[in-house]
């Protein structure tokens, strides 16, 4: 990765710089993020940054590359790997909390190879 520029000063003008490109306010980041109102105004006003959890909220929700908002020397956009990473925490997300999705790839997964293909495009049909 390469070199970090001004610490917490520099998160807080991508921040600002990332809302601004949303067309955001910070109410915007709190409502959408779940991010509390407080952390945000403090983010917002340079006095801090947040850890690792709180910013991955954050660059996902603007759609932004985390290590950019902290000041790296990256592109700004979410990479197609951090948006695939996206997608399996939101299936791990389900799997943890809906008993139904569950039992249902818990069953995908103990299909032969062409059941499981019969079933791919089963879902290939129904999702027209």
């Not at 997300?93 to 019969?118: M, Y």
Request: aromatic letters at 8%; glycine letters at 6%.
């Amino acid at each position: 990765m390469k070199e970090q520029r001004e610490g917490i000063d520099c998160f807080r003008n991508r921040l600002k710089l990332a809302l601004d490109r949303k067309g955001w306010k910070p109410v915007d980041l709190v409502e959408r993020t779940g991010v509390p109102k407080g952390a945000v105004s403090y983010y917002m006003a340079g006095k801090s940054q947040p850890k690792a959890d709180r910013l991955y909220i954050i660059a996902q929700a603007l759609d932004v590359n985390e290590a950019w908002l902290l000041g790296y020397d990256v592109d700004m956009a979410r990479t197609d790997d951090q948006k695939k990473n996206d997608q399996l925490a939101q299936l791990v997300g389900k799997l943890r909390n809906d008993v139904d999705f569950f039992e249902a790839v818990t069953a995908l997964s103990d299909l032969d190879a062409v059941q499981f293909q019969t079933v791919v495009q089963l879902l290939g049909v129904l999702k027209k």
